[in-house]
């Protein structure tokens, strides 16, 4: 439905709305595990980069020089080749190169590094490498002490200050249909997310159904996660399942995200400038070009705006 035939209908739904979080079905309700995770006393950071790129962390710089392939036993690893390095502070600078397995941790002057994946040719995120840090200090003896990168159990929840409100969508293979159950999309998400990418949740913070249902997802306290190489901290993160190259988004997801926005831009102390989509910070058409649209043309930042009037 073109975009001037939905205002009239987005508009009697926004009016329903109010100052309090929208309605949200329960991660319990929907969940096939509970999310996993570990909290750290202090702060921790985790990227996917690129090899020439680093990774900064207090005093503290990961570069990652190279990647390759080896084969041990007919088995084929995916290498990182890593220059460590301390930065700013006082004392001599110390740098020292290390060539790490893909899913081998180590401490290193106070830090604790996760090599959590390479991803080698064919992968998605091929090129790219998963790095966690942490202070040693901050995280309990089992993980602190590791010598693996463990499974989702063992990933560090990071916390963050939201400043950003940003929209995905989930991009699956086929479109969401009206028959689904969308939480079997969700279950699905996270299994794949535990297995495949070593997520301690679903990527998104929040997700809605064709229904304009919005489904709990990882506490937003927490930095999500990312196939692509922005930093997700600090992004509030709203998706809407299914793929939205193939299909339009309903009046009743574009409502839904207004208000969901709405709320986490007066709870954060935001402004509507904040708003984006995961396209304006990696190179990707995410949310899919039927969603995109309404933050290009300014219909969604319209109706947030309404939404922040009447309240």
Known sequence: MHVTRLLPLIGLLLATGDRAQPPVIAHSTWQAAAPVGITPA????????????????????????????????????????????????TGTAVREPRTVTEGRAFNWRGIHVVVVAVYGPGELGAGLVALELAAVASLPAAVADADSAGGAAMRIR????????????????????????????????????????????????????????????????????????YDPSGHFLVSIIGNYDQQEPTVAQLASIAKLMAWAIRT????????????????????????????????????????????
Request: aromatic share 8%; proline share 3%.
């Open 158 to 229: 990071i916390p963050h200050q939201i400043t950003h409100v940003t929209l995905h969508h989930t991009g699956d293979a086929r479109p969401l249909r009206v028959e689904e159950d969308p939480a079997q999309r969700l279950r699905n998400l996270q299994a794949w997310g535990a297995r495949d990418r070593n997520w301690w949740d679903v990527p998104y913070h929040f997700l809605l159904d064709l229904e304009g249902d919005i489904y709990e997802g990882r506490d937003w306290r927490f930095m999500g996660e990312t196939n692509t190489t």
């Open 42 to 89: 202090g702060a921790a950071v985790r990227r996917n980069i690129g090899v020439g790129d680093s990774l900064v962390f207090g005093n503290h710089v990961v570069h990652v020089m190279a990647t390759a392939r080896d084969s041990v036993n007919g088995r084929a690893i995916d290498l990182a080749r890593l220059e460590l390095a301390t930065a700013g502070g």
């Open 268 to 311: 954060n102390g935001l402004s509507i400038d904040d708003i984006g989509g995961h396209y304006h910070y990696a190179n990707t058409g995410c949310p899919g070009k039927y969603l995109k649209r309404y933050l290009e043309d300014g219909t969604l930042r319209r109706m947030v705006e309404a939404q922040l009037a009447a309240h």
